[in-house]
């Protein structure tokens, strides 16, 4: 069983939904953020994803594009990021990796070599923000073949005719963009997310995450329990960015900070 | 069994894009899932307005009552005498409403908006020029529009941004990257995104996800169309060269377009130089970029080793753009058209001698076209003809070249 799927067994056994904070790839340098990574699992992350900055983040609000701007001055590469993975499984061999990213830094890797050496590395799984699934076919045969999953985004926007054409394929969770914009702006109501996760339901067996929108421990308490986890990525980075000095770098217990706030995301999900 | 393609269709390389969008191995439509469906929707809404004859018949009329077709076709004879070999011919598209080609596009766009019911419309704009034309029609068929500009271009094109308040637009100055072009697109898509319901996105050039690239040339073609049957009236004959300038590459592919199949006729297609190819400094995808993904289609990209979007640069700030449109990849990669570049000094040069040859003050981008036929024309024969697109008016740029000249306004 892939990791994805064997932690999804084990919260379903527990009866919860699972937390899935998001950090962005060396903001804002690389041992910080490989400080965060570290840490995510003991403050109560059960899927950990990793953002893979990039120039023209077309989904990103201001909060995602300033931090993968700072990766980027940080000189992030996508081997660096492939190798925080790999120094991440050192010691944690439960926790699944998803990396979350747009096409073109990957396509410059090579599509087949980035799937080679993300396995190698142990990703479990992939989101490319900017593939959808009419142009799939570039990813998925090298995903499969190295045992990531490919993750499909759903959107409000994506209407019942169009939801298997999208999941086809598609493998490990259902990513749920709650709502129709970009990262860090709004939220989805209660009685959205209520109407929406039945639908997909309807059509795939997989576990669903909710993302976009999900910023406080009483939200990711809701959104893992109307689907099956909750992603928070913008109220994370935020506190990051609130807490660098001026030249950007983090201060003296800013990763403590941070893992803070993803303990509480955590007691959130957890009913505590 | 399958039916058998005409033998037109299977030779010609008018036949683009396939279902899926590509022009060989570039195009596509590569967006997030959010704005599958409504480019799915354009693209159909789209081909049934393309067979519709009262669709058809209603963009004609507004080309001719509104935005002022056919454009003149011009032979520049003071210029050719200067120059001292082939013919120069001008296809005066600067003389369209709102002062480019841009208009040609826009017009078609906003009639597909308003088929489609959509109620806001939304643009990015570099020089200004597409964001006034958009600003235009909105005006025209009062409709609310926002443009996003980056704020580099807000500067540099500021009558162009008083032009577009004065007609009712919203323009949002866009800080993120090097606040060009690329980063006014980002940000237009982010808006469409959040409004798919109600809002119509009209992109400027032939570039974004299918079927934009293929849409926008279609409704730029008249350029093409129009200067073929001119020429014929002018000279008898087909141009033995054809020039434009590239930014996205919307007035080449509508000058080109027309002419793929007729291979007497060259095709060269100028890029922005910037402060030359070898600097670093340029605009140049094709000359200095490798194939990669970039709003919604694969195509030539200006990037470092890692994947990364370079910034372009060019004097022109409707040229300053990282890519280029799927179509002119593909035709660069099969060897139609010839692709080159001119800097921004050849420009500036180029922009003062049509000015006192002909007394048309074209824009910068079209000063780049001529900066490559101030080269070309002398090394051909006198009765060779090059057919070039003076694609926009100048106003908009004499801030700029005064300030390069050291005159102050
Ligand atoms: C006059 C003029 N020409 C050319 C361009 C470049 O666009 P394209 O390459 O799509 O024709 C612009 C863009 O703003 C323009 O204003």
Redesign the interface.
């Given at each position: 069983m892939s990791r994805i799927a064997a932690r999804f067994a084990a919260l379903k056994a527990d009866g919860r939904g699972g937390l899935i904070p998001f950090l962005e790839a060396w903001d804002p340098d690389g041992a910080t953020s490989m400080a965060l990574l570290r840490g995510m699992p003991a403050a109560g992350a059960d899927l950990i994803e990793i953002g893979m900055p990039?120039?023209?983040?077309?989904?990103d609000?201001p909060i995602i594009?300033a931090a993968a701007r700072r990766g980027?001055i940080a000189g992030v590469?996508?081997r660096f990021i492939l190798d925080m993975v790999r120094e991440f499984r050192k010691d944690d061999q439960a926790t699944p990796i998803i990396l979350m990213g747009y096409?073109?830094?990957?396509?410059?890797?090579g599509p087949q070599k980035f799937c080679e050496d993300a396995g190698q590395a142990g990703v479990d799984g992939m989101i490319i923000?900017?593939?959808?699934?009419?142009?799939a076919d570039l990813m998925l045969p090298h995903a499969t073949a190295n045992g990531i999953d490919f993750i499909?985004?759903?959107?409000?926007?994506?209407?019942d005719v169009?939801l298997p054409h999208?999941l086809n394929g598609s493998s490990g969770f259902v990513y749920y963009?709650s709502i129709?914009?970009?990262t860090g702006?709004r939220s989805a109501s209660s009685a959205d997310l209520a109407a929406a996760i039945p639908r997909i339901r309807k059509v795939t067996d997989l576990p669903i995450a909710i993302g976009f929108g999900v910023r406080t421990p009483a939200q990711a308490a809701e959104a893992s329990k109307v689907a099956d986890a909750a992603v928070v990525a913008s109220a994370l980075i935020e506190t990051m960015a609130a807490h660098l000095d001026e030249d950007g770098k983090a201060k003296p217990g800013t990763v403590e900070l941070v893992l803070a706030q993803v303990r509480a995301l955590a007691d959130g999900v957890r009913g505590r | 069994m399958n039916q058998p393609l005409p033998p037109a269709a299977l030779n010609s390389l008018r036949s683009g894009p396939s279902d899926?969008g590509r022009f060989g191995e570039f195009g596509?439509?590569?967006?997030?899932?959010?704005?599958?469906?409504?480019v799915l929707a354009v693209e159909q809404a789209y081909a049934e307005a393309k067979k519709d004859p009262q669709f058809q018949a209603d963009l004609a009329w507004h080309l001719t009552h509104y935005v002022g077709r056919p454009s003149p076709l011009w032979f520049a004879e003071r210029l050719t005498k200067r120059l001292g070999g082939a013919k120069v011919y001008f296809k005066r598209d600067e003389l369209n409403h709102t002062g480019s080609h841009k208009a040609n596009n826009c017009m078609g766009q906003i009639l597909l908006a308003r088929r489609m019911g959509k109620t806001r419309i939304i643009a990015e704009t570099g020089a200004g020029q597409h964001g006034v034309a958009t600003a235009t029609m909105c005006a025209l068929f009062g409709l609310p529009c926002t443009v996003y500009m980056g704020a580099t271009d807000v500067e540099r094109q500021a009558p162009n941004v008083f032009r577009m308040k004065l007609l009712g637009a919203e323009v949002k100055a866009v800080t993120?990257?090097a606040g060009t072009l690329?980063d006014a697109m980002?940000e237009a898509?982010?808006d469409w995104?959040?409004?798919?319901?109600d809002t119509f996105y009209i992109i400027g050039t032939v570039a974004g996800p299918h079927p934009y690239p293929m849409m926008v040339r279609d409704f730029q073609s008249v350029i093409g169309e129009e200067a073929k049957v001119q020429m014929q009236a002018a000279e008898g004959r087909l141009p033995d060269v054809a020039v434009a300038c590239i930014g996205g590459g919307s007035n080449a592919m509508g000058l080109f377009h027309p002419f793929l199949d007729d291979t007497s006729v060259r095709l060269i297609g100028v890029e922005a130089g910037g402060h030359g190819i070898e600097t670093g400094q340029h605009a140049a995808s094709l000359t200095g970029g490798r194939p990669?993904?970039?709003?919604?289609n694969r195509t030539y990209?200006l990037?470092d080793?890692?994947?990364?979007?370079i910034e372009a640069h060019s004097i022109s700030a409707g040229l300053d753009y990282p890519g280029i449109g799927p179509e002119h990849s593909w035709l660069h990669d099969i060897g139609r058209v010839e692709y080159v570049s001119a800097t921004d000094n050849e420009a500036l040069d180029a922009f003062q001698l049509c000015t006192q040859t002909e007394g048309i003050i074209p824009a910068l981008e079209p000063a780049h076209a001529l900066a490559y036929v101030t080269k070309l024309a002398p090394t051909l024969d006198k009765d060779q003809i090059i057919l070039m697109n003076l694609c926009g008016r100048g106003d908009k740029d004499i801030f700029t070249v005064a300030a390069h000249l050291g005159v102050k306004l």
């Open positions: 990039f120039t023209d983040p077309m989904a609000g594009q980027l590469k996508v096409l073109n830094p990957i396509l410059s890797y923000v900017d593939l959808p699934t009419e142009e499909r985004l759903v959107a409000p926007t994506t209407d169009r999208v963009v129709t914009g970009i702006t | 899926r596509g439509r590569f967006v997030a899932e959010t704005l599958m469906p409504i993120s990257g690329k980002n898509m982010r995104v959040a409004n798919v319901e990669g993904v970039l709003h919604g990209l990037q080793e890692d994947g990364q979007i």
